[in-house]
């Protein structure tokens, strides 16, 4: 399997208030991960993955709701963002093999979840729109961190270790795949998800589509009741 080609200066131009609202936020996120982290790019992943996973579950969850309140159909947008907070679940599970977090790291992680959750439920519930844009912004800078993250592995900067086992049987690597090859994936992954959510954000203000950057194919995780069966 070999990562699809990823446009990693793909950039949504903000138009209106809303949007120069969540990419200031956005930004103001990436001065305080740049500054906690700098170049520990695994802690970095480990950390922000589990920040990443939230906003999936938090749409799919209240396009559910809304979905049963006004009897309509959600035009595959549950699924979608479901398998988005999934996805950003296994990048965590994967780079837990790679880095493993301090003390202080896995507080933070508490602490912020308690935070994150509750402040994008909010914002999803008054702006759809902005929420979206949020996403979309976060995984633009996803990108660029993983860009970071293969230059530091070329560089030889960070040891391009073998990838881990979980990595190899969710994205069908090779067994002599490594690290780079997981970051490449994640990437893709990260782009597709910045798309999807750019999407979103328009189709709610009636702005046209653009083109969705395609997701590495990777393993579909069953639920536990067909093994039980
Ligand atoms: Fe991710
Ligand atoms: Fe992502």
């Not at 969850?61 to 963002?81: A, P, S, Y």
């Not at 907070?85 to 602490?111: C, D, Y």
């Amino acid at each position: 399997m070999t990562a699809p080609a990823v446009d990693a200066t793909l950039h949504h131009q903000p138009v209106g208030a809303s949007d120069q609202i969540a990419y200031g936020f956005v930004k103001l996120l990436r001065f305080c991960a740049d500054t906690f982290f700098a170049k520990r790019y695994g802690h970095r992943a480990v950390v922000l993955e589990t920040v990443a996973a939230v906003p999936g579950m938090v749409g799919a969850t209240l396009n559910h709701l809304k979905c049963l309140r006004r009897m309509c159909d959600d035009k595959g947008w549950i699924k979608t963002l479901m398998d988005e907070a999934e996805n950003e679940r296994m990048h965590l599970m994967t780079f837990i093999e790679v880095s493993k977090p301090t003390a202080f790291e896995r507080f933070v992680v508490v602490a912020v979840q308690w935070v994150f959750y509750l402040f994008f439920f909010g914002l999803y519930l008054v702006s759809p729109k902005t929420a979206h844009r949020v996403v979309g912004y976060f995984e633009e800078e996803a990108v660029i961190s993983y860009t970071h993250y293969l230059a530091e592995i070329d560089e030889g900067r960070s040891a391009n270790v073998p990838a881990p086992q979980i990595a190899k049987t969710y994205w069908g690597l090779p067994d002599t795949a490594t690290l780079r090859d997981v970051v490449l994936v994640v990437r893709a992954d990260e782009a597709h998800h910045r798309d999807v959510n750019h999407g979103y954000a328009n189709e709610l203000i009636g702005l046209p589509q653009i083109p969705v950057a395609p997701c590495p194919p990777h393993a579909v995780l069953e639920p536990t009741w067909k093994a039980a069966a």
